[in-house]
């Protein structure tokens, strides 16, 4: 099966520029999740989606992160406007949504702010 | 929300030994997974362990979740399993499958 795809892999921009991430999770994978990682830590949970409805973004900072997973299949992740401290990779993962809720990874997309 | 700590924060072993890794959480989970983070930053999930023991070739892990703490064991370690090892919780109290990491234990494998 197709694994998790994310783009982009790497992007580069400036404070106060907008940035979007794209996630296309595994087919008939009901639960995505965004997480992001700052260098050194662990990844922290920032949205999850059920289908096309958020169950949790209760540490989406709102003011500047927005998500959505249109027809409960891909899903984009924008931040407007960008903080030197959104620094980090942004990884996308998704589960079946049956039994073992077990987590598959894409390769994640590194965003810099200078 | 629920707390998950793992030790220890970093770890060097020559290519051949064992070693132990140990991730502790706060509360009661739904579920455990443990996963790799390989040098280019990639998660491959390892194990989906609730409970018990499974082994995988050369890693096994053990999960007592009455205890609140679960065991990665890696033997004759190569310098592929370098990377940073995370476990990962399913907190029954945080929401619909919200999943949890920890803080991450760095391996480096020398030769």
């Known amino acids: 099966e197709a694994g998790v795809a994310q783009s982009p892999r790497y992007k580069i921009i400036e404070k106060r520029q907008s940035v979007a991430f794209w996630c296309n999770p595994i087919s008939g994978h009901a639960t995505l999740y965004w997480y992001q990682q700052i260098l050194g830590q662990g990844p922290k949970l920032l949205i999850q989606f059920q289908n096309n409805g958020v169950v949790d973004d209760s540490q989406l900072p709102k003011d500047r992160f927005s998500a959505e997973r249109l027809k409960g299949v891909d899903s984009t992740l924008k931040i407007q406007p960008a903080k030197l401290e959104d620094s980090a990779v942004y990884l996308c993962?998704?589960?079946?949504?049956?039994?073992?809720?077990?987590?598959?990874f894409g390769a994640g997309s590194r965003l810099t702010v200078l | 929300g629920i707390q998950v700590e793992q030790s220890p924060p970093d770890l060097i072993l020559q290519e051949g030994a064992n070693s132990t890794l140990r991730c502790n959480f706060s509360d009661s989970v739904n579920n455990l997974q443990w996963f790799h983070q390989n040098p280019w930053g990639q998660l491959i999930n390892l194990f989906y362990i609730p409970s018990g023991t499974k082994q995988n070739g050369r890693l096994s892990a053990t999960t007592v979740a009455t205890e609140r703490y679960s065991l990665l064991y890696i033997s004759s370690s190569q310098t592929t399993d370098s990377g940073v090892y995370f476990c990962a919780v399913e907190d029954p109290s945080g929401g619909y499958q919200k999943v949890t990491f920890g803080t991450g234990t760095k391996l480096q494998v020398i030769p």
């Open positions: 993962a998704s589960s079946f949504w049956s039994g073992a809720n077990v987590l598959t």
